[in-house]
Nanobody, 114 residues
């Protein structure tokens, strides 16, 4: 059974930083493509970043240069380091993993205040 559990969300001022974690079980973060998506209030879920098994990272233009996706294979955990946060980054952030199908976590809320 695949489980993805996000943590690390919270309230932060604009310009600040947060690191989100996604602890995975039942799926290897090193052997599968893992990613982060977000959904702001009243908007559709959108792509943020992905990390392939080969180590290639891709980012949405809106977060490029500010966010970094990484993984710790020993902890089977994926991270999203977020810096220079803006109010428009406010959203529920979801971790996902692709292994034949896409698995989703339940999300963690990030609120960026002005």
């Amino acid at each position: 059974q695949v489980q993805l559990v996000e943590s690390g969300g919270g309230l932060v001022q604009a310009g600040g930083s947060l690191r989100l974690s996604c602890a995975a079980s039942g799926i290897s973060v090193s052997a599968n493509t893992m990613g982060w998506y977000r959904q702001a209030p009243g908007k559709q879920r959108e792509f943020v970043a992905t990390l392939t098994s080969g180590g290639s990272a891709n980012y949405a233009d809106s977060v490029k240069g500010r966010f970094t996706i990484s993984r710790d294979n020993t902890k089977n955990t994926v991270y999203l380091q977020m810096s220079s946060l803006k109010p428009e980054d406010t959203a529920v952030y979801y971790c996902n993993g692709f292994r034949a199908i896409v698995y989703w976590g339940k999300g963690t809320l990030v609120t960026v205040s002005t």
